[in-house]
């Protein structure tokens, strides 16, 4: 393999300020692409550029408002990889507190947002380019308090598989990832994050969680790999041997 195999190549990380996106935004800029993450908060942006390399660049829009993604990718013009990594801090919610204004939120982002994401991105897609969406183990091993979380990977694989036919010859994919230790979680306080954490290690054939630079691999893996489309690819610990 070539020592930059994304050398000039334009990637897109939406959501990739933070967590997965961050960590695919440094590989992918290791790898020698010319990256762009994008936040909905200015301040998100500014600690993500003090950490990524040199060249990187930063967009600011809110990605459940169709207007500023249309903007955004009328200033970005042609590129070759899209990732969205977005997605709010998590909340487990079992049915019977569960409120469906909340739920639609959570879909209004992560589903919906990525949706509107690749509509508008399609057509700017360099040939050879690819689309790479975000799922979750949750989709296929919910537990308890997990129905929304389990409904948005449902969701996003479907449309994997739909997209991967429609955009054709673009591909489109997903990194199906298991419990990784993200800013996604900073809402459980500490002590409850660290027990949530230690109990699913404990489950798991590897003996621990993900770090977001472990599931990065799969991510520029998808965009160098061209003979995968319609693929979901699990990087999970062993959660669904568990």
């Known amino acids: 393999m070539p020592i930059a195999p994304l050398k000039d190549q334009r990637v897109v990380i939406l959501g990739g300020t933070s967590g997965l996106g961050l960590a695919t935004a440094a590989l992918a800029a290791d790898h020698g692409a010319q990256v762009t993450v994008a936040s909905s908060r ?29 903007a955004l990718f009328d200033r970005l013009g042609p590129i070759d990889h899209l ?22 939120d959570f879909f209004t982002l992560r589903y919906f947002g990525a949706l509107d994401a690749v ?22 091993r919910p537990g308890p308090g997990w129905s929304i979380a389990a ?8 449309l ?18 298991g419990m990784v230790r993200t800013p996604l979680w900073s809402s459980l306080p500490e002590a409850d994050r ?9 489950t798991l054939p590897l003996g621990r969680i993900a770090e977001p630079e472990e599931v990065a691999e799969s991510y520029v893996h998808l965009m160098n790999q ?9 990087v999970d610990g062993g959660t669904l041997l568990a």
């Open 42 to 70: 200015a301040a998100s942006t500014e600690r993500a550029l003090a950490t990524l390399p040199a060249g990187t660049t930063a967009e600011i829009a809110d990605l459940t408002d169709s207007r500023q993604v249309s």
């Open 194 to 202: 660290e027990q949530l954490f230690a109990g699913i290690a404990g």
């Open 151 to 158: 409904s948005i990977c449902g969701a996003i694989e479907g």
């Open 83 to 104: 990732v969205f990594t977005a997605g709010e801090p998590l909340s487990l919610t079992t049915l019977d507190a569960l409120e469906l204004d909340a739920a639609r």
């Open 119 to 140: 509509r508008t991105a399609a057509p700017l897609l360099r040939p050879g380019g690819s689309v790479t969406l975000t799922s979750g183990t949750a989709g296929l």
């Open 226 to 234: 061209r003979f995968a489309t319609g693929t979901v690819i699990t």
């Open 160 to 177: 994997v598989r739909a997209l991967a036919v429609e955009l054709a010859p673009i591909r489109v994919n997903a990194v199906r990832a």
